[in-house]
């Protein structure tokens, strides 16, 4: 099946559905898809606890997935959706792949590397900049993980 559409909105619910399925495997709430041409090219959803990796966030699962089936890594033309702002070792990921286009729902104020703390995908000393959009269903994507926290939280009390 071939999922398409050209909306942010759309793109950012699909992520939001992949966060929905990392919180049920008790991984923090994050999902990410990648689109190319107005299609589904990729996706992931944090996995680091279950994969025993730190480097199994949901951005870079979905870049692994889309680099392996196009037999390429880098990714120019494409535009990759987060629930959340991505970290250094994300937005390095993302400038090494040639992603075109970032967009993420909430802001990461203690870690992002989308211009909350600093903007690595827009560093102009790097020889590839990504366009970033910001916000998108912002309010849903910030409280997945307030949600998912707030249970931790009183579970181990």
Not at 90 to 108: D, K, L, T, W, Y
Request: glycine share 6%; proline share 4%.
């Amino acid at each position: 099946m071939t999922v398409t559409s050209t909306s942010d909105e759309d793109w950012m619910r699909h992520a939001l559905a992949l966060a929905h399925k990392a919180a049920e495997s008790g991984e923090v709430p994050v999902g990410a898809v990648l689109v190319r041409d107005n299609q589904l090219f990729a996706e992931g959803w944090n996995q680091p606890i279950i994969q025993n990796d730190p480097t199994a966030h949901a951005e870079i699962m979905a870049i692994r997935q889309a680099a392996t089936q196009s037999e390429n890594y880098r990714l120019p033309g494409t535009t990759l959706y987060i629930t959340i702002e991505p970290c250094s070792m994300c937005a390095g990921a993302i400038v090494h792949a040639r992603i075109s286009r970032v967009v993420f729902g909430a802001s990461e104020p203690r870690a992002g590397a989308a211009g909350s703390v600093i903007n690595l995908l827009q560093n102009e000393q790097f020889n590839h900049q990504t366009e970033v959009t910001s916000g998108v269903l912002a309010e849903e994507c910030g409280q997945i993980l307030k949600d998912f926290f707030a249970l931790r939280r009183k579970k181990k009390s």
